[in-house]
């Protein structure tokens, strides 16, 4: 049987540590909740000199002092009896900021083991690192340099694991002021007597000192005449300042080069110019997710068209009944495949997304964004969620956990479905095509810019109603740029299309059978016209109410109601309503527009846009609901939060229908 050792991945955001663990297990990865917390666990596997090694993925963190539910996740990971060796993976081109929490890690008395990463920045700017000196300062740990993006220095920083292991606990590397060590010394021995088989007590001691609640609450000892206040100051001090002088003797040449992230940032970041420079590289975005995805969808389209041809010859030839027939072709098909077309468009997003955040420009998107969401009473923080929205609505409404309260959290999960997800995106290409032509583009990014502008006047309107509750600050590593690794960019694009594509055939291919049905059945049976079906029936009840906002036709308001088991499923609707194979081809989308103008002749540019406004701010798929009642913990606030979507795209809607119809 081989022999496991069970390792921590620690490091502070944005250090490339997900991207070592990625590299470290390759494939074999099992993911799970932390126990009591709904932060995802990730492990992996790998083996090295007949040594099983079970690597756990933690959170980002800055220091062992948390706050967040992440930082909490991590600490105590890494306090955990069954971690045997700790790698804590060190951004080499930042040992200031990063050095602070191997300091503090070393204090738990583990083995600890230097994966330096992103060396080649240090080279890039003409630095060098004394390999020699800096193991020695820190009491002579392994030191590895590792690149998780090229995956080289792997088996070494393995064998450090393994060898280090064996060796056991790191020597003490940092001594306090003799009044601050006196009373470690002291508490050292009070928390042997109190818990004698008790681990890392000399960390422990040193959080009594800085008055930490969680430990304090865990150890309830008495300490009032060791601990008469709080020394968090002076032993921060105190670390920055052992910091300070082990980069003065291991850096050299820090200041031969200036980095290009710091010309990068005058504009990138700059007060005025920094949101104007995100909004034109969205613009960018989208227009290439438009122009060179619609050019891609072409051959999708044909292809759809040919294999929906051969089914029906298929289908014909072994005489299968009409209604059959058309549930394969007319249902599924056009269903499912017409969603399919959408898949260019989706990865030009989904690829233009990860090389923004795998370059490290996300990071300042939020920076810039701070002094906007501080004045709408929330934290830079907050928009980080919003811009994960920008992929999925659910991952996005889990990152509101690192927020610091609930309160916090929960405003964020109001505002964060008004970001417009990947699947809303098919229902932009399709509306936008259909009636904008070459402004197809700057109609669909509109929604996304709509979006963020109406999550911001709904978080003002709360922080009024709150009396101008006010949030602290953001603190944001803002990483270097960097060439984005084309690996992490493959596994990123690839994991989103397989989410695509698995909603493709589970959620939108049941749903398109159910909306056959519904279309083509009626009170008497089959029928031959749609508008004699079930569906039409419970559409009609809803066409006063959506009148004013231009969208008074059944069915759309049936592919208003199918939308919200996935935002997709508006397009699979209007496929399967109007007879269409292929909607997103050019012959689709004219017989879309002539059956719908054939219901109501006026129905415009202006009915589109509203259709597009209300699928932007109506009630978000049933996944992110469920997620939202999960995070949450409230079935009234869910609810609430329906109500108060719904009643938003409405009144939204109506106002522009409105507004637009006295001047069109």
Known sequence: MKKSIHVACVGNPNCGKTTLFNALTGSRLKVANWPGVTVEKIEGKTEYEGMELTLVDTPGIYS??????EEKVTRSCVMDDDIDVIINIVDASSLERNLYLTLQLLELGKPV????????????????????????MLGDIPVVPVSAAKRTGLDIL????????????????????????????????????HYPAHSSVRWHAVKLLE??????????IQTANIVERSYEKEIIQCKYSYIEKIVHEVVFHKNKKAASTDKADRLLT??????????????????LTFFVGDFLKGYFEI???????QIMNVLTAMHVADWMKSLVVDGIIAGVGGILTFIPNIFILFLALAILEDSGYMARVAYVMDSVMGRVGLSGKAFLPMILGFGCTVPAIMATRALETEHDRRKTMLITPFMSCSARLPIYVLFSGMFFGRYAGLAAFSMYLIGMVIAIITALIVNRLEKGRKNDSLLIELPEYKRPNPRTIRIYVWNKLKDYLSKAGTTIFIASIIIWFILNFGMHGMVED?????????GRLLVPVLAPAGLGMWQIAVALISGISAKEVVVTSFSVLFGVTNASSAAGMETIIANVRAVNPSFGALNAFCMMLFCLLYVPCIATVATIKKESGSWKFTAGMIAFQIGLAWLVSTAVYQAGSLFL
């Open 303 to 309: 292809g759809l068209s040919w294999f929906s041809d």
């Open 270 to 287: 700059h007060e005025w110019l920094g949101i104007p420079a995100f909004l034109l590289i969205m613009c960018f975005v989208f227009f």
């Open 211 to 220: 008055d930490d609640e969680e430990v304090r609450e865990e150890h309830p």
């Open 113 to 136: 083991v230097l994966a330096l990463n992103m060396m080649d920045i240090v080279k890039e700017r003409g630095w060098e690192i004394d390999m020699h000196r800096l193991p020695e």
């Open 158 to 193: 393995l064998h450090a694991v393994v060898h280090h292991y064996e060796e056991g606990m790191d020597q003490l590397v940092l001594t306090y002021p003799e009044e601050i060590e006196d009373k470690i010394a002291k508490l050292e021995v009070m928390m042997q007597a």
């Open 530 to 538: 749609a508008s004699e079906s079930f569906g039409a029936g419970v």
């Open 64 to 69: 062992l002092t948390c706050y967040t539910i």
